[in-house]
């Protein structure tokens, strides 16, 4: 007999369940590809980044740097190898991430699957949003109904009235005015970015993920799977990776209530541009010159590029927010 669930539940338990997708520890890198996995120039990029953040707090005797969602670890081994001398002495990296510890991960890099209660210093959640479990709502012509979904199957039915916090999210940031339009309810992911600000003591916390703003939300909604490499029917099975994209800006507000002190809400591009990744290719007549210092400047070129392409990585959003300390400059510029 069908077992329908709804969608939170579903990828709750496809996801993080007793053998579950990133429970048993699958690499995302052979699923899909992440900035993290696109290049070490990501690294490059948030190193530089938190030395911004070190430099506002007045280069603390422990500075944190904190990669919820963490996945391989990769971010943060590609960016202990790249960090300005002085630094690493005093940095207390910290992978969250509820997959097993990857054996080869350099020993300074701590490994837990919960939030560390305070930090002091730099937190990033790289593609960690977009895996929250959440809701499924349609509006049909007896009024808006939660999806339920056939796990092994991925089939779907209207199920009950959503929730009043479903709805009172729904009003907010996503109303949907014809039969026929979905929405994905967010207010998991804000209660988890949330969940980050509030343990945040002094320092900046940053979120990147594909997103969509108020005005501009997709009107079939954004459940995608992922596997072996390739975009795949969103089936809550176990065997695919199950995302949505991120309403970043309800997730602006949660924060603010959390107690961010300032906010920035820009793209990737915009963000990697300013901390100095500029896609421009290297003038010809440094190959002439300098042929190998030509070729690594080209092979940086275009990794920049896909890391800062619009219509790709570039396009996603990153939500910047501290807790007393200003926004960095790298950051605080329009873009
Ligand atoms: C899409 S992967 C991103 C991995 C990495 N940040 C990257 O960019 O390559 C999302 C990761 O978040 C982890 N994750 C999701 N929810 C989590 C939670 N509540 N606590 C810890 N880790 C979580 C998953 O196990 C998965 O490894």
Redo the contacts with the bound molecule.
């Keep these: 007999m069908t077992e329908w669930l709804t969608w939170r539940t579903a990828m709750e338990r496809a996801l993080y369940g007793d053998g579950g997708f990133?429970r048993r520890g699958e690499c995302?890198s052979e699923h899909f590809r992440?900035s993290?996995?696109a290049s070490p120039r990501f690294a490059a990029a948030i190193a530089r980044l938190l030395v911004e953040v070190d430099t506002a707090l007045g280069r603390p005797n422990r500075l944190d740097l904190v990669d919820v969602?963490?996945?391989?670890g990769r971010?943060l081994a590609n960016i202990l190898a790249c960090l300005p001398p002085g630094l690493a002495d005093r940095l207390a990296p910290t992978a969250?991430?509820?997959?097993p510890r990857p054996p080869e991960l350099p020993a300074p890099i701590a490994w837990r699957?919960d939030l560390p209660p305070e930090i002091t210093g730099l937190v990033v959640a790289?593609?960690?949003l977009d895996?929250?479990p959440l809701d499924v709502v349609e509006r049909t012509p007896d009024g808006i109904r939660t999806v339920l979904v056939d796990p092994s199957s991925g089939a779907e039915r209207t199920g009950p009235d959503p929730t009043d916090e479903d709805r009172d999210w729904l009003e907010r940031w996503w109303p949907l005015p014809e039969p026929g339009d979905r929405a994905e309810i967010g207010h998991p992911r804000c209660a988890a970015w949330a969940s980050v600000i509030g343990r945040v003591r002094s320092g900046l916390a940053v979120a990147v993920d594909y997103s969509h703003a108020f005005g501009s939300r997709p009107l079939s909604g954004t459940l995608t799977g992922y596997r072996d490499g390739s975009t795949v029917p969103a089936v809550p099975d176990g065997s695919c990776d199950v995302t949505a994209h991120v309403a970043l800006d309800a997730c602006a507000l949660a924060g603010e209530r959390a107690g961010a002190t300032s906010s920035r809400l820009t793209t990737q591009r915009a963000a990697l541009r300013s901390l100095g990744l500029s896609g421009v290719r290297p003038p010809i007549d440094l190959a002439h010159r300098d042929p190998r210092a030509y070729l690594t400047a080209l092979c940086h070129a275009g990794e920049d590029a896909e890391l800062t392409d619009p219509a790709g990585l570039g396009g996603f959003g990153w939500l910047a927010q501290t807790v007393t300390i200003p926004l960095p400059a790298s950051l605080a510029a329009p873009g």
Excluded: M
């Design positions: 990133y995302p992440t993290v996995h969602g963490a996945g391989s971010l969250v991430e509820i997959a699957p790289n593609e960690w895996n929250i």
